[in-house]
């Protein structure tokens, strides 16, 4: 179980900073810092939205934008935090009880 554990960590950990790669680089886009032009930035983009975007729909249904500001990314990232500290925590405390 405690593999399964650091595994699970892990992935949530990986997932937590691809999603702020995706809203930093989509800053970046919307500023005109980046040329999504670039064929190596819209790989990259391409697939962060086919990893973030489906998680962020259904929390966007539930939770509008305030003053045009998108804030289902952090409600995604206590979420994924929550369930890291709760289910993973645990277990690790049940290998080493």
Same mark, same amino acid.
């Given at each position: 179980m405690y593999a399964?554990?650091?595994?699970l960590d892990t992935v949530i950990t990986i997932?937590?900073?691809?999603?702020f790669i995706y809203i930093v680089l989509g800053w970046l886009l919307h500023f005109?810092?980046?040329?999504?032009?670039n064929r190596l930035?819209?790989? =990259?983009?391409?697939? #962060?939205?086919?990893?973030i975007e489906p998680v962020?729909?259904?929390?966007?249904?539930?939770?509008?934008?305030?003053?045009?500001?998108?804030i289902s990314p952090i409600i995604l990232v206590l979420i994924l935090v929550f369930v890291r500290d709760f289910f993973? =925590?645990?277990?690790? #405390?049940?290998?080493?009880?």
């Open positions: 399964i554990a650091n595994l997932y937590i900073w691809c999603l005109g810092v980046i040329n999504s032009g930035v819209y790989r =990259v983009m391409e697939v #962060l939205y086919r990893l962020l729909q259904p929390i966007r249904r539930f939770i509008p934008a305030f003053g045009g500001i998108d993973i =925590v645990d277990l690790k #405390l049940q290998h080493s009880g």
